[in-house]
């Protein structure tokens, strides 16, 4: 059985990263026909924000992605809050400690700081490992009586990296890794104030949770072999590690960050976090935000880029995982969702607040009339209200164009059309009477169409024009036309 695992800290919303790395979980989990987990790792209290745990969880459910286990869908390996672990953690400590695979530390923040600075004046990175750790205060360099004593204040716990062959690792995207313990420090797994840190937790938890197959970020990549030493030192079976590539920013030099989103005006989250709005609130799909982020370092293997999430579950694959960096592309975002909009039918997207807050006074046929004839013109729902407003009131006439066909005489077009609409020619057959006399009159399709299309809906964009008179029907319609001859009397007065 696969388990896999998505193990978010509680810093602050998710980012758009973090819900890549949930959704390859996810896949990864129903492709398999295996268990996902939500794991909130919340050890570190001074980064831990309020509220950011139930954003990672309504994120993951706006997405279609409710986890199979979790804080709020409960299970059999919890607590799945780390915080609420702390016993399991001490015991599994116990059993380095007496092993011999880790040691209290008991070097004061002043002792590790002068250390630190003196081997960056000789030029190298501080490390604390096998080469130094003799010189330090720990329960490798003093007496039991000394350690006891120095127990009762603070203290923390080390990973003893014995130095020797080197470690491989192995990751499903990047194969084999080889890394010399030289290059290892004695990892802190226990901090001062009692709690686990990141690699401590991780481990122990990926173990009891009997997760099959890690998958996370490229960033954790380095953190790898120090697992697989903790791993080795309980004599514990690996998983399987995936390591997901980095999401670029749009122009694909460095990773992308939340700036480059309040740069190029994008969201970086998938729902709003206090002022910052998110997919959601900028009138995206929860299928399209799926669907782009699937494809942000994964492919099928095919040209096909449109998939519903159910399609996702099934196409899915490990070796349709690339390595290199993904470029974030917010206008693919932006196509991708105007795709998922054309498939959703008119009564479907007439259930989304944008579209009821904005046909509110219309009748439910006009409103079907309106859908169907502005879905095509859609990116996001946002666009909603700008593309409904011409249905609403044609103004401001849009001077500028206005003015460009002033000189062709509109007028003698609109009190055309205004005697044809009273006459009670049919919408549909409207054009070709206009065309017809237009011929007539030697008058080109242009100046007709233009002239009408400014009256009705005060610019020379949007939809069919006759399709706009049938939803508007004829007395709104010659109202706006009236509305129209006398601006244009008034304009060519001034
Ligand atoms: N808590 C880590 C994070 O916030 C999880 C890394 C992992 O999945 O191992 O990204």
């Not at 059993?95 to 000789?122: I, P």
């Not at 490229?218 to 590539?245: G, I, N, R, T, V």
């Not at 065309?435 to 007539?440: D, G, M, P, R, S």
């Amino acid at each position: 059985m696969e388990r896999v695992r998505f193990a978010p800290s509680p810093t602050g919303p998710l980012h758009i990263g973090g819900l890549r790395t949930a959704l390859f979980n996810y896949l990864y989990a129903r492709k398999h026909n295996g268990v996902f987990i939500l794991r909130v790792e919340d050890t570190d209290q001074n980064r831990y924000v309020e509220g950011s745990e139930r954003y990672i969880q309504e994120a993951l459910e706006w997405c279609g992605m409710v986890p199979d286990e979790g804080p709020y869908n409960g299970g059999e390996f919890g607590p799945y809050r780390q915080s609420e672990r702390k016993s399991i953690y001490l015991e599994y400590i116990r059993v380095l400690l007496e092993n011999e695979k880790a040691y209290y530390a008991f070097d004061s923040t002043e002792e590790l700081s002068n250390a630190r600075a003196w081997a960056e004046q000789k030029g190298h990175a501080f490390r604390y490992g096998a080469h130094n750790r003799l010189q330090f205060v720990n329960s490798l360099t003093l007496s039991n009586e000394e350690i006891e004593e120095r127990k009762k204040g603070d203290y923390v716990i080390r990973l003893k990296v014995d130095p020797g062959p080197m470690v491989s690792v192995f990751d499903e995207i990047r194969g084999a890794v080889a890394v010399s313990t030289e290059e290892l420090d004695d990892k802190i797994l226990m901090k001062s104030d009692g709690m686990p840190t990141y690699h401590f937790a991780n481990v122990v938890d990926d173990h009891l949770m009997q997760i099959s197959c890690v998958i996370r970020g490229e960033e954790w990549l380095p953190s790898l072999p120090h697992h697989q030493l903790l791993y080795d030192a309980f004599q514990w079976q690996c998983p399987k590690f995936m390591h997901l590539p980095l999401i670029l920013k749009p122009s694909g030099k460095g990773k992308l960050s939340k700036r480059d989103g309040e740069k190029e005006g994008f969201p970086v989250f998938p729902l709003q976090w206090k002022e910052s709005i998110g997919y959601k609130e900028k009138g995206f799909l929860p299928e399209s935000m799926v669907n782009y982020l699937a494809l942000l370092g994964w492919n099928s293997g095919t040209e096909d880029e449109l998939f519903s999430l159910a399609e996702l579950e099934k196409r899915f694959s490990v070796s349709g995982v690339q390595k290199g960096g993904a470029r974030f592309d917010y206008e693919k975002a932006r196509w991708i969702n105007h795709q998922h909009l054309q498939k959703k039918s008119s009564e479907d997207l007439l259930q989304f607040g944008e579209f009821q807050m904005a046909l509110k006074d219309f009748t439910s046929a006009q409103q079907l009339m309106i859908v169907a004839l502005i879905k095509e013109r859609l990116y996001t729902l946002d666009d909603v209200y700008e593309e409904v407003r011409l249905f609403i009131s044609p103004y401001p006439f849009d001077d500028k164009a206005l003015e460009k066909i002033l000189p062709k005489n509109p007028l003698l077009v609109l009190e055309e059309v205004q005697k044809v609409i009273a006459s009670g020619v049919p919408a549909e057959a409207l054009k070709e009477v206009l065309l017809e006399w237009a011929t007539k009159q030697s008058l080109g399709v242009g100046v007709v169409m233009q002239s009408l299309r400014i009256a009705l809906v005060g610019k020379l964009s949007g939809p069919d024009l006759f399709a706009i008179i049938t939803v508007l029907g004829n007395s709104v319609s010659l109202r706006r036309i009236e509305n129209a001859i006398t601006y244009i009397n008034l304009k060519q007065k001034s």
